[in-house]
């Protein structure tokens, strides 16, 4: 069966950085587009960056203002976010998600259980 499992997050102050990481398995990883979304305390869910299935293109979020950087390693069916600079806004439970096309398509029918980051002195 499909799964995506998330790690990486946890407590950075701000100004800080964090990796994420979401291993994939149950499906053929190299031939979808990947997703991550956030959802802050209190707040609806919200995209924040996206990666074409062979890396090709990737998305962000204005909202972002270049601070984060997706990637994925298809050999190691493995999706990442590098986040810098991190800010308090930046505190929410981080998904990742599968699209259902090799491009980002925005139809997502496997996602994670989730990471919490929190920023925070």
């Known amino acids: 069966q499909v799964q995506l499992v998330e790690s990486g997050g946890g407590l950075a102050q701000p100004g800080g950085s964090l990796r994420l990481s979401c291993a994939a398995s149950?499906?053929?990883?190299?031939?979808?587009?990947m997703s991550w979304a956030r959802q802050a305390p209190g707040k609806g869910l919200e995209w924040v960056s996206g990666i074409f299935s062979d890396g090709s293109d990737t998305y962000y979020a204005d909202s972002l203002e270049g601070r984060f950087t997706i990637s994925r390693d298809n050999a190691k069916n493995t999706l990442y976010l590098q986040m810098n600079s991190l800010k308090p806004e930046d505190t929410a439970l981080y998904y990742c998600?599968?699209?259902?096309?090799?491009?980002?398509?925005?139809?997502?029918?496997?996602w994670g259980q989730g990471t919490q980051v929190t920023v925070s002195l």
């Open positions: 149950g499906f053929t990883f190299s031939s979808y587009a």
């Open positions: 998600a599968k699209d259902r096309a090799t491009f980002l398509r925005g139809e997502y029918d496997y």
